[in-house]
Protein backbone atom coordinates (compact mmCIF):
# COMPACT_ATOMS: atom_id res chain seq x y z
CA UNK A 1 0.00 0.00 0.00
CA UNK A 2 2.99 2.50 1.07
CA UNK A 3 3.99 1.78 -2.38
CA UNK A 4 1.04 2.47 -4.43
CA UNK A 5 1.05 5.63 -1.81
CA UNK A 6 4.38 6.91 -3.32
CA UNK A 7 4.00 6.17 -6.75
CA UNK A 8 0.40 8.19 -6.33
CA UNK A 9 2.39 11.13 -4.86
CA UNK A 10 5.15 10.74 -7.94
CA UNK A 11 2.49 10.95 -9.96
CA UNK A 12 1.01 13.72 -8.81
CA UNK A 13 4.38 15.45 -8.71
CA UNK A 14 5.09 14.85 -12.30
CA UNK A 15 1.94 16.07 -13.19
CA UNK A 16 2.31 19.40 -11.27
CA UNK A 17 5.56 19.87 -12.97
CA UNK A 18 4.67 19.30 -16.25
CA UNK A 19 2.00 22.23 -15.96
CA UNK A 20 4.39 24.59 -14.77
CA UNK A 21 6.42 23.86 -17.70
CA UNK A 22 3.60 24.06 -19.52
CA UNK A 23 1.98 27.29 -18.33
CA UNK A 24 4.90 29.04 -16.74
CA UNK A 25 8.29 28.39 -18.17
CA UNK A 26 7.61 27.84 -21.94
CA UNK A 27 5.43 30.97 -22.03
CA UNK A 28 8.36 32.89 -20.60
CA UNK A 29 10.87 31.16 -23.44
CA UNK A 30 8.37 32.03 -26.17
CA UNK A 31 7.98 35.78 -25.10
CA UNK A 32 12.36 35.76 -24.64
CA UNK A 33 11.61 34.39 -28.55
CA UNK A 34 8.86 36.67 -30.08
CA UNK A 35 10.26 39.85 -27.81
CA UNK A 36 11.27 42.36 -30.57
CA UNK A 37 13.49 45.24 -30.61
CA UNK A 38 14.81 47.85 -33.74
CA UNK A 39 17.93 48.18 -35.52
CA UNK A 40 19.44 49.89 -38.09
CA UNK A 41 19.21 47.81 -41.65
CA UNK A 42 21.32 49.06 -44.58
CA UNK A 43 19.27 49.72 -47.50
CA UNK A 44 21.69 50.13 -50.45
CA UNK A 45 25.32 49.06 -50.63
CA UNK A 46 27.68 50.64 -48.82
CA UNK A 47 31.75 50.54 -50.00
CA UNK A 48 34.71 50.57 -47.63
CA UNK A 49 35.17 53.94 -46.75
CA UNK A 50 32.19 55.30 -48.09
CA UNK A 51 30.48 57.97 -45.45
CA UNK A 52 27.27 56.41 -44.55
CA UNK A 53 23.93 58.98 -45.12
CA UNK A 54 20.46 58.39 -43.98
CA UNK A 55 18.93 57.99 -47.31
CA UNK A 56 21.01 54.66 -47.11
CA UNK A 57 19.90 53.20 -44.06
CA UNK A 58 16.20 52.06 -42.07
CA UNK A 59 14.95 51.33 -38.96
CA UNK A 60 13.16 48.09 -38.65
CA UNK A 61 12.07 45.78 -36.04
CA UNK A 62 13.06 42.35 -35.20
CA UNK A 63 13.68 39.42 -33.13
CA UNK A 64 15.71 40.39 -29.78
CA UNK A 65 16.49 36.75 -29.08
CA UNK A 66 20.47 36.20 -30.05
CA UNK A 67 20.78 39.31 -31.75
CA UNK A 68 24.88 40.15 -31.11
CA UNK A 69 25.17 42.41 -28.85
CA UNK A 70 27.18 45.19 -30.90
CA UNK A 71 24.31 45.66 -32.64
CA UNK A 72 23.28 49.20 -33.45
CA UNK A 73 20.01 50.15 -32.83
CA UNK A 74 20.05 53.93 -33.39
CA UNK A 75 19.75 56.00 -36.77
CA UNK A 76 22.40 59.21 -34.84
CA UNK A 77 25.25 56.07 -34.02
CA UNK A 78 25.45 55.46 -37.82
CA UNK A 79 25.04 58.35 -39.29
CA UNK A 80 28.00 60.56 -40.82
CA UNK A 81 30.30 57.46 -39.71
CA UNK A 82 32.35 55.66 -42.45
CA UNK A 83 32.18 51.76 -43.47
CA UNK A 84 35.16 49.89 -42.31
CA UNK A 85 33.98 46.85 -44.56
CA UNK A 86 31.63 46.51 -46.89
CA UNK A 87 28.06 46.86 -46.04
CA UNK A 88 25.20 45.07 -48.59
CA UNK A 89 21.93 45.79 -48.47
CA UNK A 90 19.75 44.05 -45.61
CA UNK A 91 23.01 44.04 -43.65
CA UNK A 92 22.53 44.75 -39.53
CA UNK A 93 25.27 47.34 -38.50
CA UNK A 94 27.54 46.71 -36.01
CA UNK A 95 29.66 48.89 -33.90
CA UNK A 96 33.34 47.31 -35.18
CA UNK A 97 32.13 47.67 -38.99
CA UNK A 98 32.32 51.62 -38.36
CA UNK A 99 35.02 54.08 -38.22
CA UNK A 100 34.51 57.75 -37.13
CA UNK A 101 37.13 59.73 -39.06
CA UNK A 102 38.10 58.46 -43.09
CA UNK A 103 39.67 55.62 -43.81
CA UNK A 104 41.71 57.79 -46.43
CA UNK A 105 44.63 58.27 -43.61
CA UNK A 106 45.05 54.15 -44.23
CA UNK A 107 44.62 53.77 -47.50
CA UNK A 108 48.12 54.24 -48.46
CA UNK A 109 48.97 51.42 -46.49
CA UNK A 110 46.23 49.41 -48.63
CA UNK A 111 48.22 48.28 -51.32
CA UNK A 112 46.23 44.90 -52.12
CA UNK A 113 48.07 42.66 -50.05
CA UNK A 114 46.98 43.89 -47.02
CA UNK A 115 43.43 44.81 -45.35
CA UNK A 116 42.40 47.03 -42.74
CA UNK A 117 39.56 44.74 -40.22
CA UNK A 118 38.11 46.12 -36.67
CA UNK A 119 38.36 43.60 -33.66
CA UNK A 120 35.75 44.44 -30.49
CA UNK A 121 37.60 44.69 -27.21
CA UNK A 122 35.16 42.67 -24.90
CA UNK A 123 36.72 43.62 -21.79
CA UNK A 124 38.79 46.59 -20.36
CA UNK A 125 41.81 44.04 -19.79
CA UNK A 126 41.45 42.20 -23.46
CA UNK A 127 42.81 45.73 -24.90
CA UNK A 128 45.75 46.16 -22.47
CA UNK A 129 43.43 48.41 -20.52
CA UNK A 130 43.12 51.61 -22.40
CA UNK A 131 47.14 52.07 -23.01
CA UNK A 132 47.40 50.50 -26.47
CA UNK A 133 47.58 53.07 -29.26
CA UNK A 134 48.03 53.81 -32.97
CA UNK A 135 51.66 52.22 -34.44
CA UNK A 136 51.58 49.58 -31.85
CA UNK A 137 53.04 45.73 -32.94
CA UNK A 138 50.54 43.58 -30.96
CA UNK A 139 50.17 39.71 -30.39
CA UNK A 140 46.36 38.29 -30.62
CA UNK A 141 45.74 35.30 -27.52
CA UNK A 142 42.35 33.51 -28.69
CA UNK A 143 40.50 32.61 -25.78
CA UNK A 144 37.47 30.35 -24.99
CA UNK A 145 37.84 29.46 -28.66
CA UNK A 146 35.89 27.01 -30.60
CA UNK A 147 34.22 23.86 -29.49
CA UNK A 148 36.80 22.98 -27.30
CA UNK A 149 36.56 26.44 -25.76
CA UNK A 150 40.31 26.61 -25.57
CA UNK A 151 42.95 29.25 -25.34
CA UNK A 152 45.62 29.66 -27.97
CA UNK A 153 48.31 32.00 -29.37
CA UNK A 154 47.77 31.83 -33.13
CA UNK A 155 51.35 32.03 -35.26
CA UNK A 156 49.56 34.18 -37.82
CA UNK A 157 48.55 36.58 -35.66
CA UNK A 158 52.04 36.87 -33.62
CA UNK A 159 53.19 40.51 -34.83
CA UNK A 160 49.97 42.30 -36.28
CA UNK A 161 50.37 46.68 -36.45
CA UNK A 162 47.58 48.66 -35.10
CA UNK A 163 46.12 50.97 -36.67
CA UNK A 164 43.40 53.00 -34.69
CA UNK A 165 42.13 52.49 -31.23
CA UNK A 166 38.56 53.44 -31.42
CA UNK A 167 36.27 54.23 -28.06
CA UNK A 168 32.81 53.54 -27.53
CA UNK A 169 31.16 56.58 -28.67
CA UNK A 170 33.06 55.93 -31.95
CA UNK A 171 36.19 58.22 -31.13
CA UNK A 172 39.74 57.33 -32.05
CA UNK A 173 41.25 56.98 -28.95
CA UNK A 174 43.77 60.18 -30.10
CA UNK A 175 40.82 62.27 -30.96
CA UNK A 176 38.94 61.24 -27.23
CA UNK A 177 41.69 62.39 -25.43
CA UNK A 178 41.74 65.91 -26.25
CA UNK A 179 38.09 65.98 -25.64
CA UNK A 180 36.18 68.02 -22.86
CA UNK A 181 37.40 66.49 -19.69
CA UNK A 182 33.90 66.67 -18.48
CA UNK A 183 32.74 63.94 -20.98
CA UNK A 184 31.52 60.56 -19.15
CA UNK A 185 34.41 58.20 -18.41
CA UNK A 186 33.18 55.36 -19.75
CA UNK A 187 33.07 57.42 -23.57
CA UNK A 188 36.71 56.86 -23.13
CA UNK A 189 36.90 52.96 -23.04
CA UNK A 190 38.49 51.15 -25.93
CA UNK A 191 36.07 49.71 -27.76
CA UNK A 192 37.60 48.21 -31.06
CA UNK A 193 40.64 48.00 -32.57
CA UNK A 194 41.73 48.39 -36.26
CA UNK A 195 44.54 46.40 -37.75
CA UNK A 196 46.47 46.04 -40.37
CA UNK A 197 46.37 42.33 -41.62
CA UNK A 198 46.73 40.09 -45.05
CA UNK A 199 43.53 38.19 -45.67
CA UNK A 200 44.46 35.07 -43.89
CA UNK A 201 44.67 36.67 -41.02
CA UNK A 202 41.39 38.87 -41.49
CA UNK A 203 39.71 35.74 -41.74
CA UNK A 204 40.78 34.43 -38.82
CA UNK A 205 40.10 37.14 -36.57
CA UNK A 206 36.97 37.18 -37.90
CA UNK A 207 36.17 33.49 -36.85
CA UNK A 208 37.32 34.24 -33.79
CA UNK A 209 35.26 37.61 -33.26
CA UNK A 210 32.34 35.23 -33.67
CA UNK A 211 33.71 32.45 -31.86
CA UNK A 212 36.00 33.20 -28.92
CA UNK A 213 37.53 36.66 -27.38
CA UNK A 214 40.60 38.04 -28.26
CA UNK A 215 43.27 39.54 -25.61
CA UNK A 216 46.14 41.71 -27.00
CA UNK A 217 49.43 41.64 -25.82
CA UNK A 218 51.55 44.93 -26.96
CA UNK A 219 55.15 43.77 -28.48
CA UNK A 220 56.66 46.64 -29.51
CA UNK A 221 56.40 50.30 -29.48
CA UNK A 222 58.50 52.72 -30.94
CA UNK A 223 60.21 54.08 -33.68
CA UNK A 224 58.91 52.54 -36.92
CA UNK A 225 61.75 50.88 -38.95
CA UNK A 226 61.77 48.78 -35.62
CA UNK A 227 58.02 48.00 -35.42
CA UNK A 228 58.07 46.78 -39.16
CA UNK A 229 60.71 44.64 -38.51
CA UNK A 230 58.10 42.42 -36.53
CA UNK A 231 55.73 43.16 -39.43
CA UNK A 232 58.28 41.52 -42.21
CA UNK A 233 58.99 38.54 -39.61
CA UNK A 234 54.87 37.87 -39.55
CA UNK A 235 54.62 38.55 -43.21
CA UNK A 236 57.84 35.60 -44.32
CA UNK A 237 55.80 33.07 -41.98
CA UNK A 238 52.39 33.66 -43.39
CA UNK A 239 54.40 33.44 -46.88
CA UNK A 240 56.03 29.99 -46.09
CA UNK A 241 52.39 28.70 -44.95
CA UNK A 242 50.83 29.68 -47.75
CA UNK A 243 53.81 28.58 -50.21
CA UNK A 244 52.52 24.54 -49.76
CA UNK A 245 48.70 25.59 -50.60
CA UNK A 246 50.24 27.25 -54.08
CA UNK A 247 51.80 24.15 -54.78
CA UNK A 248 49.52 21.80 -54.33
CA UNK A 249 47.27 23.81 -56.74
CA UNK A 250 49.99 23.54 -59.50
CA UNK A 251 49.93 20.05 -59.65
Known amino acids: MQWVKNR ?3 GIGCIVLSLLICFGLTPLFQQSLQAQTEIVRVTQDIATGEQITK ?3 EIVQVGAYNLPSNVLTSMDAVIGQYAAAVLQKGDYILSTKLSAVPLAEFLDRLNGSKQA ?5 K ?6 SGKLQSGDIITLI ?5 EMRTTTMPPELQYVEVLAVTTSSGVDKEKASTQNKSDDDKQQLPSTLTLLVQ ?7 ADIEVKGQLHAALVYRGDQTTGQ ?6 DAFLSEK ?4 KEAVHE
Open 8 to 10: TVL
Open 55 to 57: EKL
Open 117 to 121: ISISI
Open 123 to 128: SFAAGL
Open 142 to 146: ASDYG
Open 199 to 205: PIQARLL
Open 229 to 234: AFIAKQ
Open 242 to 245: STPD
